[in-house]
Nanobody, 115 residues
């Protein structure tokens, strides 16, 4: 069974930084696509950043230049470095993996940015 465990969320002031981690366990491949999504209050879940199977990085326009996604295959962990955080980044952040054509989600970690 594939399991994703997120960590690193919290409360930060605008302009601050946080780094989210997502540790994957179970039957996964180093080439599986992994990414981060978020769901703000009263909003739909949206893509933040992802690493595709071929290593291509994609970012939402609102986070380009501020967020960086990376992956450590030795640790089966994907990271999201978030800099220059804004109040509109406040959301529950979810880790996602597509492995063997099945999509899996983590439990989410709350990020709150105060103005």
């Amino acid at each position: 069974q594939v399991r994703l465990v997120e960590s690193g969320g919290g409360l930060v002031q605008a302009g601050g930084s946080l780094r989210l981690s997502c540790a994957a366990s179970g039957r996964i491949l180093a080439t599986d696509a992994m990414g981060w999504y978020r769901q703000g209050p009263g909003k739909q879940r949206e893509l933040v950043a992802r690493i595709s199977r071929d290593g291509t990085l994609d970012y939402a326009g609102s986070v380009k230049g501020r967020f960086t996604i990376s992956r450590d295959n030795a640790k089966n962990t994907v990271y999201l470095q978030m800099n220059d955080l804004k109040p509109e980044d406040t959301a529950v952040y979810y880790c996602n993996i597509l492995t063997f054509n099945i999509e899996r989600w983590g439990q989410g970690t709350q990020v709150t940015v105060s103005s």
